[in-house]
């Protein structure tokens, strides 16, 4: 089982940046896929980012491309999402998951395909 713990939200004006971070706790961090998703009020949740366990594999919707970065540390058990160019439409709660993979390659877009969530964090972009 692994707990996960978001940070780095915040209030920030259209085009800043922010770095999201989501530490995990447990051990094997390594075992899980990763992804980064958000909510925004009124709207579905929806896969911002993910990444496979060795890192060699990410993927990021399309309204993000070019702006966002994931990125993990395995060694540290974390998992970021660096946001930069950020819009008022990336308004929203942020939320990290996990799921256990066998596979070093595999990423997961779904919701339902993630066992384990963080808390969430508030990103508010500001025009």
């Known amino acids: 089982q692994v707990q996960l713990v978001e940070s780095g939200g915040g209030l920030v004006l259209a085009g800043g940046s922010l770095r999201l971070s989501c530490a995990a706790s447990g051990r094997a961090f390594s075992m899980y896929a990763m992804g980064w998703f958000r909510q925004a009020p009124g709207k579905e949740r929806e896969c911002v980012s993910a990444i496979s366990r060795n890192g060699g594999d990410t993927y990021y919707t399309q309204s993000v491309k070019g702006r966002f970065t994931i990125s993990r540390d395995n060694a540290k058990n974390t998992v970021y999402l660096q946001m930069i160019s950020l819009k008022p439409e990336d308004t929203a709660v942020y939320y990290c998951?996990?799921?256990?993979?066998?596979?070093?390659?595999?990423?997961?877009?779904?919701?339902?395909?993630?066992?384990?969530w963080g808390q969430g964090t508030q990103v508010t972009v500001s025009s």
């Open positions: 998951a996990a799921r256990a993979t066998p596979s070093v390659s595999n990423k997961f877009l779904q919701g339902r395909d993630y066992n384990y």
